[in-house]
């Protein structure tokens, strides 16, 4: 190549490359995990802290941070360490969902339900996989995702919390693949259409 | 009987212009300009691509560093495998602009960074899981193994390409045979392959996003095209329609051979002077190794003409040919043509056996008596394959032939650099004082022809207007 050719296809690149990494930056991923795109359409905050009553009844809310990172937690302990077993993830998921509170106020009270998906299984390079969460319901508000069984090897069991604040903001499967882990992703995805089409 | 064919090669002579001048070479340089800048530009696509993803976020932790540059290395890994690919296809469209020569230097100056960024892929993306598993280097290759079928091919396909570029090394080159070489090289074919599995498994760049995997399919099916049509079914079904057969071997000189395949429609090929092809001879001991040989006459609709030389390996089998035994012909490929002349006067040099070229292109040269002058360099007059030819031609149609023989200065007298230069310079003087304004077309052993090209160069001819044909597989 010719240097003038040289010189204009360098700085051609070199500003190309430059304006694609201002415009890819997300402001903040301290996790260092790739980002995820959620498509934010219809109502991203959830709508039941706004009411005064139901915050008492949407007692799982804050723990869907803390589920999140209980599921991260086992995934990062994950390869040689027991799967974190179904039987108590389930019982977890259902006790805290069904706390209704004796207080009964007039005010319209959100349903708040929790559903099991099926197991979804696939298979990753022949090897067969399941997954199976929980959704809780505010009305039609995704407010909590949990997971009751699913594969956590090879740092798989990290993408779980990401794939869970993706679909909460999401309020269904509308964002993006977890790098790395773009079959657990498709699951999930599977498993949250399942779990809202049974709500 | 070899004498009344050729004579009728140089009775072929039909008037005929070349476009010559400084516009020619720019037209050229621009078309060279513009594919490398295609391939610069698609590299940096895929970086941007990468990068407008997010591929790097704003907070730099050693866990985003190292999933970036995993990432990173392997995109432009798999996209400079690719061009690789594209490269070796022999695809007359880039072959017409480099020769075969050129791209198959580009070919093997690509080989090493490509496999230092598979290294650095393969290192940092079990790092980087590793880390995010809290699991140590070891534990954590066995456990991705474990897992994925896919991460076990890729591991077998950085192996393959590590053989590949270990048996292209050049010392290793030296020493083992082509044929072996060759072998290994295969392998990288069955590894890219094999790599495919676990970017579709693992890697989101590839599967996750639609233009993405719209770039990434468009690549590999245009890569896969390449190959397989130029470099494999093209051949085939030109050899198999065109039914090609050796008509006639002819023995010229000590240890050379001339070789005529004939075949139906062999002018559709449109082999020019100066071009070589790759000769498969179908028997059952020889089909899969293909050897590069020039065309040694003006091709013609009834035959065209090799000139073998016996350099001890498959070449001495080829001097035992017999009529009728089937051949198969890639190409015809190299730009050792008047496509890369622009003056009117020409200089042509040949040592030993890469007379064959040289041969054709006297003979077929657009040109008036005077503006060519060859230089032919042998060791012993009785190696001098196609001498009566070229004098015959050579007074034919006015063109000075200098025939040098004897043992190379370099052997004979133990010269030095300075000393040598000083002679070649006063051989090239003697015979093309103007040189300077001359076209310079070399063909022989290697280290001949870049001596002469470095001769060449103090004489002030410029890069340009030296032309050298390498024999590069």
């Not at chain 1, 039987?87 to 929790?114: C, D, H, L, R, Y």
């Not at chain 1, 696939?122 to 009751?148: C, E, H, M, R």
């Not at chain 2, 077998?156 to 048996?167: D, E, K, M, Q, R």
């Not at chain 2, 599995?197 to 760049?205: A, T, V």
């Amino acid at each position: 190549m010719r240097t003038s050719a040289w010189i204009a296809v360098s700085a051609v690149s070199l500003s190309a490359i430059s304006v694609s990494y201002a415009k890819g930056v997300v402001p903040e991923d301290a996790n260092g995990l790739a980002p995820l795109a959620p498509v934010a359409t219809g109502n991203p905050s959830p709508s039941s802290t706004a009411d005064p009553t139901s915050s008492q009844s949407a007692a799982p809310q804050p723990s869907s941070s803390a589920s999140a990172s209980a599921a991260a937690g086992g995934g990062s302990g994950n390869n040689p360490a027991p799967k974190p077993s179904k039987s108590t993830g389930s019982s977890g998921s259902s006790a805290s969902s069904t706390p209704p509170k004796p207080n009964p106020p007039p005010a319209p009270k959100p349903v708040i339900k929790t559903v099991n998906s099926d197991v979804i299984n696939y298979v990753t390079n022949g090897l067969q996989k399941n997954l199976q969460i929980s959704v809780t319901f505010s009305d039609a508000t995704i407010t909590d995702i949990q997971i009751l069984q699913g594969d956590t090897n090879n740092g798989i069991g990290k993408a779980y919390p990401v794939l869970i604040q993706a679909a909460i903001s999401a309020q269904g499967t509308a964002f993006g693949n977890y790098t790395g882990a773009t079959y657990t992703t498709n699951a999930f995805k599977t498993a949250v259409s399942n779990a809202i089409s049974k709500r | 009987m070899a004498k009344d064919i050729y004579t009728s090669d140089l009775n072929l002579q039909q008037k005929r212009a070349v476009r010559l001048g400084s516009k020619k070479r720019f037209k050229r340089e621009r078309e060279k300009d513009i594919l490398e800048s295609i391939w610069v530009f698609s590299v940096v696509a895929v970086i941007c691509f990468f990068l407008l993803e997010g591929g790097i976020p704003k907070v730099i932790t050693t866990q985003t560093l190292l999933d970036a540059t995993n990432r990173l290395s392997a995109l432009i890994a798999t996209n400079l495998l690719l061009v690789q690919v594209i490269l070796i296809s022999r695809a007359p469209w880039l072959e017409k602009t480099y020769g075969l020569d050129k791209t198959t230097r580009a070919h093997k100056r690509l080989g090493k960074p490509i496999i230092y960024l598979l290294l650095l892929h393969f290192v940092s993306s079990i790092v980087a899981y590793s880390v995010r598993n809290e699991l140590n280097f070891f534990e954590e290759l066995g456990s991705m193994l474990g897992e994925f079928i896919s991460v076990v091919a890729a591991l077998i396909a950085l192996a393959g390409f590590i053989l590949v570029v270990i048996s292209s090394l050049v010392a290793v080159r030296r020493r083992a045979s082509y044929e072996v070489w060759y072998l290994i090289h295969l392998t990288s074919y069955v590894a890219i392959v094999l790599a495919i599995p676990h970017q579709l498994d693992l890697g989101s760049e590839i599967t996750g996003h639609p233009i993405g995997q719209m770039y990434w399919l468009s690549l590999y099916f245009f890569a896969a095209y390449n190959i397989i049509y130029f470099r494999i079914l093209a051949p085939i079904l030109r050899s198999v329609r065109g039914k090609l057969v050796v008509s006639k071997v002819v023995p010229e000189k000590n240890n050379t051979t001339s070789v005529y395949v004939t075949g139906r429609k062999i002018e559709k090929f449109n082999a020019t002077s100066g071009q070589f092809f790759m000769l498969r001879v179908l028997t059952p001991g020889q089909w899969w190794r293909p050897h590069p040989f020039s065309v040694s006459a003006s091709p013609t609709k009834d035959y065209i003409r090799f000139t073998i030389g016996n350099r001890g390996d498959d070449t001495a089998q080829l001097q035992n040919l017999k009529p009728g035994t089937r051949v198969m012909l890639e190409g015809p490929f190299g730009v050792f043509t008047e496509v890369v002349r622009t003056q009117p006067k020409v200089l042509l040099m040949a040592a030993g056996i890469g007379v064959a070229p040289i041969r054709a292109l006297v003979a077929s040269m657009a040109a008036k008596p005077g503006d060519v002058n060859v230089l032919y360099r042998v060791k012993d007059i009785n190696d001098a394959a196609l001498l009566e030819e070229l004098k015959e031609i050579c007074n034919a149609r006015g063109f000075a032939l200098t025939l040098s023989d004897g043992p190379s200065a370099v052997e004979r007298e133990n010269l030095s650099r300075e000393e040598l230069e000083l002679r070649e310079r006063e051989t090239i003087l003697a015979i093309a004082p103007d040189v300077v304004h001359n076209d310079v077309f070399i063909c022989g052993p290697i280290a001949w022809s870049k001596s002469v090209e470095k001769t060449l160069r103090k004489l002030n001819v410029p890069k340009h207007a030296i032309h050298s044909e390498e024999f590069a597989w």
